[in-house]
């Protein structure tokens, strides 16, 4: 088991709400990354981070925020949520090595349903 | 259009038989990964194969690659129940600091 958590494992709550999940890591990696995951479909990377005061945008266009201010930290927020927001959020992260991109370890993710 | 995809969509085996499925991409890579999720969990990862090998062995695990064909394989050999899941390839693309995950193959093993 990779020592990555995330909670809440499972989050219903109503439109226009503020929400932060929370991703947090103790292997010291420097690069973290937040994907999501439809169910049965592919994971689309929205968020990832190279080390403290480091955030960059991935692939796939988000409404949401995130922050790095400690290197074992990586919450992602959504300021107004809404229904097209219901998905999986799996947090990740890994070592972080120039010019090579390495094994990521996952969070078990988090279920967010948005009525 | 996907960097990595897997092929098939999903496989249904029975138990003790061997599963393989394949990856294709588009571009040049440093590496290919190889990730099982179980339903609802996470990723866990199981191989990592660099441009420069051709196969890698993780107990009952075998991937292959060729990068003239750019394309992976998975085998697991002597399936076994507790194997159903989904699994994902994911290509380390050259020149980017972050892979591109496939959608992946759902593998049911039945006992």
């Known amino acids: 088991e990779a020592d990555i958590y995330q909670t809440p494992r499972y989050l219903v709550i109503g439109t226009g709400k503020k929400i932060t999940l929370e991703c947090s890591q103790t292997m010291g990696h420097d690069k973290m990354y937040w994907y999501q995951q439809d169910p049965g479909m592919e994971l689309h990377l929205i968020h990832y981070s190279y080390g403290v005061n480091s955030t960059e945008k991935g692939d796939l266009s988000s409404e949401s925020t995130v922050s790095r201010i400690r290197t074992e930290h990586f919450p992602l927020t959504l300021e107004s949520a809404r229904p097209s927001h219901t998905s999986q959020y799996l947090c990740?992260?890994?070592?972080?090595?120039?010019?090579?991109?390495?094994?990521?370890?996952f969070g078990p993710g988090t279920r967010l349903l948005v009525l | 259009s996907q960097q990595g995809e897997e092929d098939p969509q999903a496989l249904s085996i029975q138990e003790g038989e061997n599963a393989t499925m394949n990856c294709s991409y588009k571009?040049?890579?440093?590496?290919l990964q190889w990730y099982r999720q179980n339903s609802g969990r996470g990723l866990v990862h199981l191989i990592l194969i660099r441009s420069n090998e051709r196969e890698k062995h993780s107990g009952r695990l075998r991937v292959t690659l060729d990068t003239s064909k750019k394309s992976s394989s998975l085998l697991i050999t002597a399936s076994r129940a507790a194997d159903t899941a989904s699994y994902f390839c994911a290509t380390a693309v050259k020149g980017y600091q972050k892979v591109t995950f496939g959608i992946g193959t759902k593998l049911q093993v039945i006992p």
């Open positions: 990740a992260s890994s070592e972080y090595v120039r010019g090579s991109q390495e094994t990521q370890y």
């Open positions: 571009t040049s890579i440093n590496n």
